[in-house]
């Protein structure tokens, strides 16, 4: 019998074996809730598919029909609160098991989930509530999260729906979906409708919503069969909040259309010595996490913990140090295979599961995309040169798996496909071999601990305090984190360059930003360095800076 899979999904390999394309098979009304978890729930309804386990070590375990029953109920419940087809709701569920419940009633809806990080702002959840127009939030009653959404859409007409203990007078989400009907009859859906809006951060402005349609799902299977190397009754941990695209990746579609289970271990603080024992103790079979991850990892003795039953580790978000790599794969025989991809896209660069590691390397071309490196005359680059990564349509059809557009901003969109060609906006060079090596942004975000950062956002919210008189926000190196947050900061006549000052604006930024946001570093300068047109150079800061560390 055929696997769920393959009934989407067929590689074409080239005469010497290796995937060199893939077709994809689907109806207009393709909905992943329905034609692949639904059907789970029919063909192994007692196989497990999430096990969630929390840092005081509660394991609770969910089968294929546990997700159905649940995902039909809180569809019906979410539908009372008058969701449908089209509406946004927003998830701010940190690593609760009700996000996965919710993101599958919200498919059935043919309803759009935006998936939030918990560590956003008040003033962030207004502006991403407002421009998806949300229906609904449903947030965890942890960390004030409740209160920052309260505040947020004290004006909006936004139905607030809270998940663990009870908060004020808002309604339950236990107790709504504990009341709420079994049994939900199909809702019509069309593949090319809205299903997923993630926020990421640009070079300029606020966040920008990405759209994905309800055939995003399918160009997973590629990152969990090829990359992750998951296989039918395993169980597989991705380390990503449940606000990131990430997870979309790693803790949802591609695991569970192979019939791999998902792990998801619902932590408050990291500790690497935790995770080695959960990876033990739950026998986790497949592993995803940034690099941050396995650079705590190989401080450990990892001879005290038995990972035997780990298969294949990846890693992605930032890049990985080749002595970090090194050590893991000396101690556990396993070789960090890396990719590369992003909020926009699917996975577009990888180490496969049956390629070598290069050291340095980001991996191979994914058979989904026609990767290519081009200059800024957009001219393709020869071997051994850096360029641009662009992702060249093929017959001008958009690849699977790319997104449709940024909400709100059209332009935009046009813009990232100047010249007929995605533009990741990310460097790179190929060697003659086909392995990418990655270079670089080729604008000033900063990708930080696997979070990307707009440099605007923070400097916007640093002008509005009355010290700052012009600032510059860049990454600055960093060995654990890829990179850190910088402020370089001209200060009004009146103040004084001092720790308690920098101190100050740090707090500033935390109370009105996502807590990663915040500049680690604060230099107090006189000058900024700008182009020929005046404005201040972010790049001839950061060119600084990577010149005086040394790793």
Known sequence: MSEIYEEYYREIPDENGKIKAIKFSYDESFNFAYDVMDRLAIECPMERALVHKTADGKVTTFTFSDIKALSDKAAVMLRGFGVGRGDAVMLLLKRRYEFWISVLALHKLGAVAVPTSHMVSAEDIRDRASLAKAKLIICVNADDICSRVENAIKDLNVIQLVVGEPYRDKPSFDKQILNSAPSLRRVDTNVSDSMLYYFTSGTNGAPKAVIHDFSYPLAHIYTAKNWHGVKKGGLHLTVADSGWAKSAWGKLYGQWFMGSAIMVYDYEQFYAGDMLKLIEEEKISTFCAPPTIYKYFVREDLSNYDLSNLCY?????????????????????????????????????????????????????????????????????????????????????????????????????????????????????????????????SDDVIKSSGYRIGPSEVEDILMCHPAVLECAVTAYPSKTRGALVKASVILSGEYTPDNKLATELQEYVKKRAAIYKYPRIVKFVNDLPRTTTGKISRAKIREADYRDVNF
């Open 313 to 441: 580790v990846t890693t992605a978000g930032e890049p990985m140090p080749s002595d970090v790599s090194q050590k893991f794969t000396e101690a556990t025989g396993l070789s960090v295979r890396e990719g590369f991809g992003q909020t926009e896209t699917a996975l577009q660069i990888c180490t496969g599961i049956s390629d070598n590691q290069e050291a340095g390397s980001i991996g191979y071309a994914s058979p989904l995309y026609n990767i290519r490196i081009i200059d800024e005359d957009g001219r393709e680059v020869p071997d051994g040169e850096v360029g641009e990564i662009v992702i060249a349509p093929e017959k001008g059809k958009v690849p699977i798996g790319i997104f449709k557009g940024y909400l709100g901003d059209e332009e935009l969109y046009k813009k990232i496909w100047a010249g007929g060609v995605y533009h990741t906006r990310d460097k790179a060079k190929k060697n003659t071999d086909g392995a990418f090596f990655f270079a670089g942004r």
